[in-house]
């Protein structure tokens, strides 16, 4: 996983980097949001759902 100082998920390679990016996800869920809190939910949410199809799935 890639991240800059504001802890960004901007890709998810393992494991490991999706249960943090869950980690993540559930964290800023549980706060007061910012635009910026916002922006990055939906990154997560978009790297975990690709992650989930390339990994998760039945082909």
Do not use: P, W
Request: hydrophobic share 30%; proline share 0%; aromatic share 6%.
């Amino acid at each position: 996983m890639h991240t800059d100082d504001m802890q960004r998920i901007l890709e998810i390679h393992t494991e490991d980097d999706y249960r943090d990016a869950l980690l993540r996800f559930i964290s800023l869920c549980e706060t007061q949001k910012t635009d910026d809190d916002l922006k990055e939910l939906l990154v997560i949410t978009r790297q975990m759902e690709k992650y989930e199809r390339e990994n998760c799935g039945s082909n």
